[in-house]
């Protein structure tokens, strides 16, 4: 069984930075892509940005110039790093894996449980 469990959230004042990590277990993480959505109240999980097993990297034009996914194979683990963020980011966040990357939610088998993100103006 996979489990995914996000941290870093919290928080911020917009033009603030936020970095959010998502653990993995398994002994196959650098098999997979990696992917951050996130959710918003009273709207739909969009797609945010996306590793690769070998570092290809995909972004929502929203976030691009300003998050910076990457990932450590060592650790298990993927980052989110956050920066100049805008109340519009506000959301809970969430990492998912799935066999090859991709910006669409349905394709991402495992899910994490969600870091709550608030950008105050």
């Known amino acids: 069984q996979v489990q995914l469990v996000e941290s870093g959230g919290g928080l911020v004042q917009a033009g603030d930075s936020l970095r959010l990590s998502c653990a993995a277990s398994g002994r196959t993480f650098s098999n997979y892509a990696m992917g951050w959505f996130r959710q918003a109240p009273g709207k739909e999980r969009e797609f945010v940005a996306a590793?690769?097993?070998?570092?290809?990297?995909y972004y929502a034009d929203s976030v691009k110039g300003r998050f910076t996914i990457s990932r450590d194979n060592a650790k298990n683990t993927v980052y989110l790093q956050m920066n100049s963020l805008k109340p519009e980011d506000t959301a809970v966040y969430y990492c998912a894996r799935a066999v090859s990357v991709t910006r669409v939610a349905s394709a991402y088998n495992y899910w994490g449980q969600g870091t709550q993100v608030t950008v105050s103006s």
């Open positions: 590793i690769s097993w070998s570092g290809v990297t």
